[in-house]
């Protein structure tokens, strides 16, 4: 999700911290070639260590979930995910000195996974800041949110999300003729409906809760029907991922809430998140 803003303030101040010790190379012999593209979803932004190789702007993990599946198969790791990824910075370079993540793919590419969308006009982290403020100054109650914006940002996922994650795979497809091509949908944010205890961790009105829930609910589908219509594979959460949203308990959640969490980066994946997700692709795709 979206990450220009933050991780360059945040970037520099946690280097030390992390010590960042460059993490043993990913390879085995006969190994699939393994290519992981995306958002700050895939990059694990927020997971400490960071990745030595990656620029801090994109605040890659050693712990996101391709590491994970790559260690798990075998396969060998080529990963340029990174936070705040759209679409247009599949074929274009991210930030100064980030290449375009399409220049990784090959004709030897063998397997290609990524998440990709959450960040497109700015949709879905739009909608998660206004129904934060909007939560606020409501004090939880209501639905302020959905009043306000209606079907905006739900339209702006069939209208432009959606033609670009499809866009975007089908170019994933022409650099990598040889690969299975894997999309990732997003493990829920939030419960289906509002949970009493959650405000002060997920400061969003009670009836925006399942006003969010939808949207993420449509961004996957648009995700899905992307994948389906290019020939890709789609890694589904919607059940996996039930339970394990940003209001549970540490130990549970995947997803870090908006405050009182432990990533730096909040309302993004967890160690343990990454690693379900590793282990949800690695089951649904067959790498066993």
Not at 79 to 98: I, L, M, N, R
Request: charged fraction near 15%; include cysteine; aromatic fraction near 6%.
């Amino acid at each position: 999700m979206s990450m220009r803003a933050l991780t360059a303030g945040l970037a520099a101040a946690i280097v030390t911290a992390a010590g960042l010790a460059a993490a043993p190379a990913v390879q085995a012999a006969d190994s699939l070639e393994y290519v992981a593209l995306g958002d700050s979803y895939s990059a694990g932004s927020g997971v400490l260590p960071l990745d030595p190789t990656a620029s801090l702007l994109c605040a890659r993990s050693t712990a996101d979930y391709p590491h994970v599946l790559a260690t798990r198969t075998g396969a060998h790791l080529t990963d340029v995910t990174c936070g705040g990824a759209e679409t247009k910075d599949f074929g274009e370079a991210q930030y100064p000195g980030v290449a375009p993540q399409l220049d990784a793919l090959g004709a030897d590419t063998d397997l290609v996974t990524l998440t990709i969308g959450g960040n497109d006009s700015g949709t879905f982290v739009d909608a998660l800041l206004a129904c934060a403020s909007a939560g606020i100054v409501t004090a939880g109650q209501g639905h302020p949110c959905k009043s306000l914006y209606g079907s905006s940002f739900t339209d702006t996922v069939d209208t432009s999300t959606y033609p670009a994650v499809k866009s975007a795979l089908q170019a994933v497809h022409a650099k990598a003729p040889n690969a299975r091509v894997a999309a990732l949908g997003y493990p829920w944010i939030l419960p289906p409906t509002a949970d009493p205890g959650c405000f002060l961790k997920m400061p969003i009105a009670s009836g925006d809760v399942p006003y969010l829930r939808d949207l993420q609910t449509h961004l996957n589908d648009a995700v899905r029907r992307a994948a389906e219509e290019t020939g890709s594979g789609y890694v589904d959460f919607s059940s996996a991922s039930e339970g394990h949203d940003g209001c549970q308990a540490s130990g549970t959640r995947w997803i870090e809430p908006v405050l009182t969490g432990t990533n730096f980066v909040p309302v993004h994946p967890n160690a343990l998140g990454e690693t379900r997700m590793a282990e949800q692709a690695i089951g649904t795709l067959g790498l066993g």
